[in-house]
T-cell receptor, first 113, second 115 residues
Framework: AQTVTQSQPEMSVQEAETVTLSCTYDTSESNYYLFWYKQPPSRQMILVIRQEAYKQQNATENRFSVNFQKAAKSFSLKISDSQLGDTAMYFCALSDAGNMLTFGGGTRLMVKP | SAVISQKPSRDICQRGTSLTIQCQVD?????MFWYRQQPGQSLTLIATANQGSEATYESGFVIDKFPISRPNLTFSTLTVSNMSPEDSSIYLC????????????FGPGTRLTVL
């Protein structure tokens, strides 16, 4: 069985600063994908960034980057230059090749002006 | 990204009734899933909607309570049957496009309140 754990239920950051959200996971699969989703109050789930397990290079999407530590089964999300629009729930998720997603419990991020 | 629509976007229903939620995608997809998000909680997979055959349900979810149809590659329905207040949740469909197993996109969700 796959598990995903987010140990930070809530976090806050000042606008323009950097914040890191933590995620650890467990899976017996050798090929899998990791994701960070953002869910603003509108409830739409938005894919922020994804990482393929066999790729050693950390994924980057503009202000969002990950620190993927495969041996430690860790997948943290770094948000640089935080903006007010980054305020949302963030979910870490794991899947194996197009199958179901297993989600972590979520981290509520508040960006303060 | 795939364009996914869900109907209705929200509904308020009486205990004991049933509601059918529709999910429509603008392109053919390989996998379609239905998730439930209870208030303040994370997402939990209900089932995988299989085209032309019975859905595959996760532990704790049964076909009598959550019947699912997927008549073609772009459309699926989820019915919440004999509703109780505990069924009040957001229900989301998600899809995986052909050839893109590294992406899973979500519909806007259906907010259900059961009185």
């Amino acid at each position: 069985a796959q598990t995903v754990t987010q140990s930070q239920p809530e976090m806050s950051v000042q606008e323009a600063e950097t914040v890191t959200l933590s995620c650890t996971y467990d899976t017996s699969e050798s090929n899998y994908y990791l994701f960070w989703y953002k869910q603003p109050p509108s409830r739409q789930m938005i894919l922020v960034i994804r990482q393929e397990a066999y790729k050693q290079q950390n994924a980057t999407e503009n202000r969002f980057s990950v620190n993927f530590q495969k041996a430690a089964k860790s997948f943290s999300l770094k948000i640089s230059d935080s903006q007010l629009g980054d305020t949302a729930m963030y979910f870490c998720a794991l899947s194996d090749a197009g199958n179901m997603l297993t989600f972590g419990g979520g981290t509520r991020l508040m960006v303060k002006p | 990204s795939a364009v996914i629509s869900q109907k209705p976007s929200r509904d308020i229903c009486q205990r004991g009734t049933s509601l059918t939620i529709q999910c429509q995608v603008d392109s053919q997809v390989t996998m379609m899933f239905w998730y439930r998000q209870q208030p303040g909680q994370s997402l939990t997979l209900i089932a995988t909607a299989n085209q032309g055959s019975e859905a595959t349900y996760e532990s704790g979810f049964v076909i009598d309570k959550f019947p699912i149809s997927r008549p073609n590659l772009t459309f699926s329905t989820l019915t919440v049957s004999n509703m109780s207040p505990e069924d009040s949740s957001i229900y989301l469909c998600s899809v995986v496009r052909r050839g893109r197993v590294d992406e899973q996109f979500f519909g806007p969700g259906t907010r259900l309140t059961v009185l």
